[in-house]
């Protein structure tokens, strides 16, 4: 269904196996057309196993630039990284964002290594979330907003600050023309999940893709890969498709995400 791909992690991250070459090879066995590498951005205080540390970044963008070479004439292969909204690493963002294809927003913590976004359970702590996307957004960090909605991992039920969440952050893809994620990652890969109203898949959800269909959002398909076997298996798209069926969703099957990156970095940055 989908020829290109720009939610791809690597080893370097702690929870992700295989070598990059594999990742490359895989996509290509797949049928894909475009690969991008957006593994988890390296800040200056290391995390093992959420990020890559802050000394593998050169290799990380030797390795995926020879591989562009490599293979340019069966894939195009793209560098970039998975950021968070975090002010104290702002001089460190501000050089990914100069020297990358493109950065996507992937907001797992409220503040570094804190408050994770997987933990959510109050309101507050939801539109705070909302918040760190908002800033991101002001200040044209990234090129799409993947998983909007991991906030909810933990979220008791879909109430009205849930949809309030989804209409802030429609508004704001919107506003900054900037797509929205349908992720097929951990969300629907640890299955189904019980809560207050119900069960569900963690992410993503009918409430917040519903609202971003009405208000004909740009969406994205991620596949979220940490893992190359992932490519080869339709098994988890099909799991978050499943979730969003039926909805008259705008989704970019040919969006061109290298082409609005150049563009947003050149005005902006």
Same mark, same amino acid.
């Given at each position: ?30 049928? &894909? ?98 918040? !760190?996307?908002?800033?991101? !957004?002001?200040?044209?960090? +990234? ?40 992720? +097929? ?26 609202? &971003?269909?009405?208000?004909? +959002? ?52």
């Amino acid at each position: 269904m989908i020829q290109a791909n720009y939610h791809t992690h690597t080893s370097r991250c702690g929870h992700a196996i295989g070598t990059d070459e594999e990742y490359v090879q895989a996509a290509i066995q797949a049928g &894909f057309r475009k690969l991008g590498f957006s593994d988890h951005a390296a800040y200056n205080t290391p995390q093992p196993r959420e990020r890559m540390d802050i000394t593998q970044v050169d290799d990380y963008y030797q390795s995926i630039r020879s591989l562009q070479e490599q293979y340019k004439d069966q894939i195009d292969i793209y560098l970039g990284m998975e950021i968070e909204y975090y002010p104290t690493e702002w001089e460190t963002i501000t050089k990914y964002r100069k020297e990358l294809d493109y950065v996507i927003l992937g907001q797992h913590n409220l503040s570094i290594d804190k408050d994770s976004a997987y933990e959510i359970t109050t309101p507050q702590q939801l539109h705070q979330y909302v918040d !760190c996307i908002e800033e991101a !957004c002001k200040h044209y960090m +990234c090129d799409y907003i993947a998983h909007p909605d991991v906030a909810l991992w933990s979220y008791p039920q879909i109430d009205d600050s849930v949809r309030q969440a989804a209409n802030r952050i429609a508004d704001l893809s919107l506003y900054y023309d900037i797509p929205l994620e349908i992720n +097929c990652g951990s969300g629907v890969r640890t299955g189904l999940k019980t809560y207050k109203d119900g069960t569900r898949y963690a992410y993503p959800t009918h409430t917040f893709f519903e609202i &971003f269909a009405q208000k004909q +959002c740009p969406i994205i398909i991620g596949l979220d890969i940490h893992n190359p076997e992932y490519f080869l298996t339709d098994e988890y798209l099909n799991r978050a498709l499943s979730v969003v069926e039926g909805l008259p969703l705008n989704i970019q099957t040919d969006y061109d995400l290298i082409s609005a990156a150049k563009e947003r970095k050149k005005r902006f940055w």
